[in-house]
C-alpha cells in the first residue's frame, strides 16, 4: 500500500511539473505557404505569444525539418537577415520557461518562399552609367560587380552592388557629389575619371554608417569625363538598399530634373524638366519594348533657341503609337557640336494585350524602309502580308514574335508608287485589322 502511494505522488508530481511547460507557438507571418516574400532588407517572423513563456527559441531551415536554431528572443517576433532569392524556408518556435521547453512544437511548422531575384539596374555596369543631374534615387538591389572594392577612409568593404554614375565637366570647377542612404544603407562613394576600362582613380567617401551621408567634391576640368561609383560596404543582401545621389556645381552639363511617363488613353504621355542647359540642341526621344535595344521615335528641339537656358523648363511629348503594353523610353540630349548622353530608362506600363494587333506603320509615306509595330499576348509566328488595292498580295515574310510588342523592319524600294494594304496573320488563323500605307 505505501509502495502505491508513493507512485501516486510521484505521478502527480511528474504531471503538475509537465502542466507548467509552455503550449507551442502558432506561427502567424509570414502566412504559410507564402509566396514571393522579399528577402530585403530582411523578413519579420511573428508568431502568437505564449502565456508563461520566458524565451522563444526560433528554429529555421532551407530544409524540413528545421534544426538550426535562428535566434533565441524574449519578444514575439525576429528579423530573418541574409535570407536568399528563390528559396523555400521551414520554420517553428518553442516555448520556453522555468520548467522547460514546449514539447512536439515541430508539429507547427510553416514554411515561405522568397522571391526571385530583381534585374539588375540600368546603370549596374560602367558602360550603363546613368547621367547624374541634381538629385536622383537609386537601388543597389539586383546590382552585381563591376571592379573589386577599393581601400577608403580605412576601410575595405564589398563591392558586389556597385551601380555607377556620369558627367564631364562643361567647364573647369568644383563640383560638390552627395551620397545620401537610406536607413538600412552604408554607402560607399567613388569618383573616377576617363572612359570604362581606362578609369583613373580620384577620391572617395565612406566616413559613415547606414543611413550616414558620403560626400566628394571634385576639382573638375572641361572636357573631361567622370564616374561615380556607389555600393555597399556589406556584403549582406540586408546591406542592400537604396539612396539619393546628387551633384552641384557650374561644370555640370544640362541638368534634368525629372523624366516621366504615362498611360493617357491610347496613347503615352512622356514629360521632361531641365534646371539648366547650355548649348543644348534638343532631345531624340527612344523607346524599346525590352528596355535594351531602343529605337529613335521622335525629337524635340530645346526651348531656347540659343540653346542656353539658366531657368526651368519644361518639355512633353506625346507617343501615339504606344503599345497595349509595356513600353521603355529615355532621352537622349543632344549638343550643338553633336555629343549626346542619355537619361535614365522610364517604364509606361500598358493595358493588358489580349490579341495580335497592328499598333503602327511608320514612315507613312514610306520611301525604302517601313516599320511595323506588332503587339502580340503570346510568342508567335506570324506572316506580315501587304497588298495592292486590288487584294494581290505584293510581299509576304515570316516572323517570329514575343509577347508583348515587337518592332519588324521591312524593305519597300522596290514596290512601285502608290497605296498598299498591310496587316499580319499568326499561324492558327488569327488576323489584326488592316492599315494602309503610301509608297512614295
Same mark, same amino acid.
Request: with cysteine; charged share 15%.
Given at each position: ?22 503550449? =507551442?507557438?502558432?506561427?502567424?507571418? *509570414? ?20 502565456? $508563461? ?27 530573418? #537577415? ?9 520554420? #517553428? ?6 520548467? $522547460? ?15 526571385? *531575384?530583381?534585374?539588375? *539596374?540600368?546603370?549596374?555596369? =560602367? ?82 554608417? @547606414? ?53 493617357? $488613353? ?14 543644348? %540642341? ?33 518639355? %512633353? ?44 506603320? #511608320?514612315?507613312?509615306?514610306? @520611301? ?28 509576304? %515574310? ?6 508583348? $510588342? ?13 497605296? #498598299?494594304?498591310?496587316?499580319?496573320? =499568326? ?5 489584326? *485589322?488592316?492599315?494602309?500605307?503610301? @509608297?512614295?
Amino acid at each position: 500500500m505505501k509502495k502505491t502511494f508513493t507512485l501516486i505522488i510521484l505521478f502527480l508530481c511528474f504531471t503538475s511539473i509537465k502542466a507548467q511547460v509552455p503550449n =507551442c507557438a502558432t506561427n502567424v507571418s *509570414p502566412a504559410n505557404a507564402s509566396t514571393n516574400v522579399s528577402p530585403t532588407p530582411y523578413i519579420t517572423l511573428k508568431w502568437n505569444p505564449v502565456p $508563461g513563456a520566458v524565451l522563444y527559441n526560433v528554429y529555421l531551415d532551407a530544409k524540413l525539418p528545421p534544426t538550426t536554431i535562428l535566434a533565441k528572443v524574449l519578444t514575439d517576433s525576429v528579423n530573418f #537577415y541574409n535570407a536568399d532569392y528563390s528559396t523555400i524556408y521551414y520554420w #517553428y518556435v518553442v516555448p520556453v520557461n522555468g520548467s $522547460g521547453s514546449a514539447i512536439g512544437c515541430g508539429a507547427n511548422t510553416t514554411t515561405f518562399i522568397t522571391s526571385p *531575384p530583381p534585374p539588375a *539596374p540600368f546603370n549596374d555596369d =560602367c558602360v550603363g552609367a546613368t547621367d547624374l543631374t541634381t538629385t536622383q534615387t537609386g537601388t543597389t538591389l539586383g546590382a552585381t560587380q563591376s571592379q573589386p572594392a577599393d581601400p577608403c577612409g580605412g576601410f575595405t568593404g564589398s563591392a558586389d552592388d556597385d551601380v555607377w554614375y556620369q558627367f564631364t565637366a562643361l567647364t573647369t570647377g568644383q563640383v560638390l557629389i552627395t551620397l545620401d542612404g537610406n536607413s538600412n544603407f552604408d554607402g560607399v562613394l567613388e569618383v573616377f575619371k576617363g572612359s570604362c576600362g581606362s578609369l583613373t582613380y580620384v577620391s572617395c567617401s565612406d566616413v559613415t554608417q @547606414k543611413g550616414g551621408s558620403e560626400a566628394v567634391t571634385v576639382n573638375a576640368l572641361a572636357g573631361t569625363s567622370y564616374k561615380i561609383r556607389v555600393y555597399s560596404f556589406g556584403p549582406n543582401l540586408s546591406d542592400r538598399g537604396g539612396f539619393t545621389i546628387s551633384a552641384a556645381g557650374s561644370p555640370l552639363p544640362i541638368s534634368l530634373l525629372s523624366f516621366k511617363g504615362e498611360h493617357v $488613353g491610347n496613347n503615352n504621355v512622356l514629360s521632361w524638366s531641365t534646371a539648366t542647359e547650355l548649348n543644348n %540642341q534638343g532631345f531624340e526621344i527612344q523607346y524599346s519594348f525590352n528596355g535594351k535595344d531602343f529605337r529613335k521615335l521622335g525629337f524635340v528641339n530645346s526651348k531656347q533657341n540659343s540653346g542656353n537656358s539658366g531657368s526651368v523648363l519644361n518639355y %512633353q511629348y506625346t507617343d501615339t503609337k504606344a503599345i497595349g503594353g509595356n513600353v521603355y523610353y529615355r532621352l537622349m540630349q543632344v549638343d550643338r557640336d553633336g555629343s549626346f548622353k542619355y537619361s535614365n530608362v522610364v517604364l509606361v506600363k500598358g493595358s493588358l494585350i489580349n490579341a495580335l494587333s497592328l499598333n503602327a506603320v #511608320y514612315p507613312n509615306p514610306a @520611301k525604302d524602309k517601313l516599320n511595323v509595330i506588332v503587339s502580340s499576348p503570346v510568342n508567335n509566328n506570324i506572316n506580315v502580308i501587304i497588298t495592292d488595292l486590288a487584294g494581290k498580295i505584293v510581299s509576304r %515574310q515570316a516572323f517570329s514574335i514575343m509577347e508583348g $510588342g515587337n518592332n519588324l523592319e521591312f524593305n519597300v524600294s522596290a514596290l512601285s508608287a502608290g497605296s #498598299y494594304i498591310i496587316k499580319a496573320v =499568326c499561324n492558327n488563323g488569327c488576323q489584326t *485589322p488592316v492599315s494602309k500605307f503610301v @509608297k512614295e
